[in-house]
Structures are given as C-alpha cells and as structure tokens.
C-alpha cells in the first residue's frame, strides 16, 4: 500500500489487516512507555487548515513510532506546500482539504506516500478508528447494525456504509425530512423513532452550523436518553460523551468516545507503517 486517500477502495482483508495492525499499536498508545522503532528515521509532514484532532493524532502517532512530524496549518495552497515536501524528500505527507481532489491528484504524481486526513467526502483514518472502536466494544464488526445521526461529519458516511457492508453489518443514517442540504446517500430514515430502535451502537456526527439539535437529537443540548433506551442494552455511542434525560446533560455510561481517540492514534501508527514497511 502505498496511499491511503479513501476506504471505498479497500476490500475486507485490507481493512482487517490495518485494524489487526492497529490493535497492535494501540497497545503502545495506552502503555507507559510510548517508544516503538517503526518510523526512526522517518518524516511525516502535513498540511491542515487549522489545529485539529487528526493533526494532534497523526503528529503522536509518528512520534510514538520514533519518527518525525512536521506539520503546517493554514497555508493558502496546500497543493503547492504537499509538493514543496514531496521536493525536498519527506517520506509521507498527510493532507486534509475539503477539496477531494486534492489528496488524489497529489498522489497521482508524488514520490512520496500520501493519506488524505480529511475531505469533504472521505476520511479514512477516522472512520478506521471508529471501526476499531467499535470492534472492541463489540467484539467484531459482523452483523451490526449501526445508526449515525447528524450532518456535521457527513464525510465518514461513504466509507462506514462500505466497510460496513464488507462485515455484513449495516449503517443506517438518521436526517430529519426538512434536512435539504445534506446528500443523502444508502438508508435514510426521518423518524427518530424508528431509526434508534433496536441498534447494535450509535454514531453522532455532530451537526454543522444553523442546524437545530432538536430535529437531530430531540433536545437541543445532546441525544435524548429516550432515543438511545429504544437501542440495544448498554449501546455503544460514538463521537459525543453525553445525553440528556428528563432532569439535564449527563455523561453517557456507555460512551466510547475515549476509546475512539486512542484507536485514532492507533490507526494513524498503523497506516504510517504500513507506507513506510
């Protein structure tokens, strides 16, 4: 493998031999001493727009593997800044930009490998990471069902439906009727109702500005408890730590947007030996 710039490309042995590898290296991120050899001698470089929970991931997964992160924000022509790395000799160079293209056009030419953290339509390395999370909640990926909810990370959906369907599990997108903005794409349902019943775990994709979180979620300061009780018992939530009941916000008990965080890291330290083995 020498790029990683979408999921949809990948069959189920590719994606299980990231995760395997990935489960693995998690083991690094949760132990003392964070020091593996993969990457001595390597340079990471990547271009984002702003500070950013995959910038802090990628950055600590290269340095738990010993190697060296070079990142940069903000810059005007990310393409051009991709390039100037590839030039003078970087080993990988992580690029997220809400133009798709970017990534791929990139890597069509560079001499570098290339993984594209983040687009408008794809984000690979994150919704890994939501795979292994839920994975180890759930003791695998077979047979699942899976609801998302929300609009804001609308770029995983493309890539949880197809890894999803490759385990013979199934994502279900939840969108209120008057949600026209939003591309819809596989099961869409818009009754709240209906959609929480009976699913093996539960992804909040967070809503992007001017949506009102009451059509999302039923309450305007997180999910209603009341959705996630018509799930399957203790289900799993990814990508909110919250819900609310008849008295306020309250953490969820069975959350695993921490464990999603330490699975981020470890998917990037899997991806980036991967490239580089």
Known sequence: MKNLLSLTSLDKAQINHILEIAGQ??????????????LAGKVVAGVWNKPCASSTGVSLATAYLSGTALPVFGTEEPLEHCQLFDDMGVNTVVVSCENDNLAKSFAAKARC??????SGRYDPIGVLANLLALS???DGLGNLSVLAVGNRDANKVDELIHCLQLFNSTLVWYLPADDFVTRRRGIV???????????????????SAYSDPVKYYGTAGGILQDYLERARLNCPLLGSRKVV????????EYSIAA??????????MAVLYLLND
């Open 25 to 38: 290296m998690r083991r690094i991120v949760l132990s003392s001493f964070k020091k593996g050899p993969q």
């Open 113 to 118: 490998s290339v993984v594209n953290g983040g």
């Open 136 to 138: 180890v909640k759930a």
């Open 189 to 207: 349902l818009d009754n709240a109702v209906a959609a929480f019943s009976g699913v093996d775990a539960v992804v909040d994709l967070g809503l």
């Open 245 to 252: 009941d008849n008295i306020g916000v309250k953490d969820y």
């Open 259 to 268: 464990e999603r965080e330490t699975c981020y890291v470890a998917v990037a």
